[in-house]
């Protein structure tokens, strides 16, 4: 088992920058694939980006496609996601999950097996 913990959230104006990071526990890191959800209030949550496991695949949901990166340096068991250029409909709360399946997911939720808590990210216009 992984546990998840998300950090980087926060107030910006829109056009700021943040980078969110993610720390997992245990030593098998590098078995998981890596992802990047979001959830505004009243709505479901959706898929930001993913990572596989060497970091040799990503992808990207449209809406923020150019804009956010997703990166990750298995030493450190952590996954990051640098959010430039952002918007006042990228308040959310993001959350970060690893998948341990066979097959890399991308932007399946139902294929990711271990979540963090969320990090709060609120852009002002």
């Known amino acids: 088992q992984v546990q998840l913990v998300e950090s980087g959230g926060g107030l910006v104006q829109a056009g700021g920058s943040l980078r969110l990071s993610c720390v997992a526990s245990?030593?098998?890191?590098?078995?998981?694939?890596m992802g990047w959800f979001r959830q505004a209030p009243g709505k479901e949550r959706d898929f930001v980006a993913a990572?596989?496991?060497?970091?040799?695949?990503?992808n990207t949901a449209d809406s923020v496609k150019g804009r956010f990166t997703i990166s990750r340096d298995n030493a450190k068991n952590t996954v990051y996601l640098q959010m430039n250029n952002l918007k006042p409909e990228d308040t959310s709360v993001y959350y970060c999950?690893?998948?341990?399946?066979?097959?890399?997911?991308?932007?399946?939720?139902?294929?990711?097996?271990?979540w963090g808590q969320g990090t709060q990210v609120t852009v002002s216009s």
């Open positions: 999950a690893a998948g341990q399946g066979p097959r890399y997911s991308g932007s399946d939720s139902n294929q990711y097996n271990y």
């Open positions: 245990g030593r098998t890191f590098s078995s998981y694939f």
């Open positions: 990572i596989s496991r060497t970091g040799g695949r990503t």
